[in-house]
């Protein structure tokens, strides 16, 4: 061994190298899919009192919340129509630059009003 150079044991080369992370990536379409009624029920009853923060901080109410409204949207029901625009307004500003504030606002407006068409339709699918 050279003098002065750096003597390498295996325990301590092995804390050096970290192990490489592999995250999982899910399918949230199928996640959302695969929902039984029951799980459905659920994840919309703690979206009725959740703030946007709230949503923002789990990924599945936050991923229920837009397949749902988007799902709302496609089937048109009565009462709806405020909720229709809403989603317009934040799928146009998706991808724009400098609209992030912009977007926030709208997504927040339109939180409220899926908790309203909720409160106020209880037995939607």
């Known amino acids: 061994m050279v003098q002065g150079a750096p003597s390498a ?3 301590l080369a092995a804390e050096g190298s970290a192990a490489p992370v592999t ?9 959302y899919e695969d929902l039984d009624e ?5 994840i919309r009853d703690r979206l009725l009192t959740m703030t946007p923060d709230d949503v923002r901080e789990d990924a599945e109410a936050r991923t229920f919340f837009f397949f749902h409204v988007d799902d709302l949207v496609e089937e048109a029901p009565p009462g709806t129509r405020r909720l229709t625009e809403l989603h317009n307004i934040v799928s146009t500003l998706r991808g724009r630059e400098g609209s992030a504030d912009d977007r926030r606002k709208a997504v927040h ?3 409220a009003e899926y908790q309203a068409y909720l409160r106020d339709n209880p037995f939607v699918a």
């Open 38 to 42: 029951r799980e459905r029920r659920e």
């Open 9 to 11: 044991t295996p325990a």
């Open 23 to 31: 995250v999982a990536k899910r399918d949230w379409v199928a996640w």
């Open 109 to 111: 407006f339109m939180l």
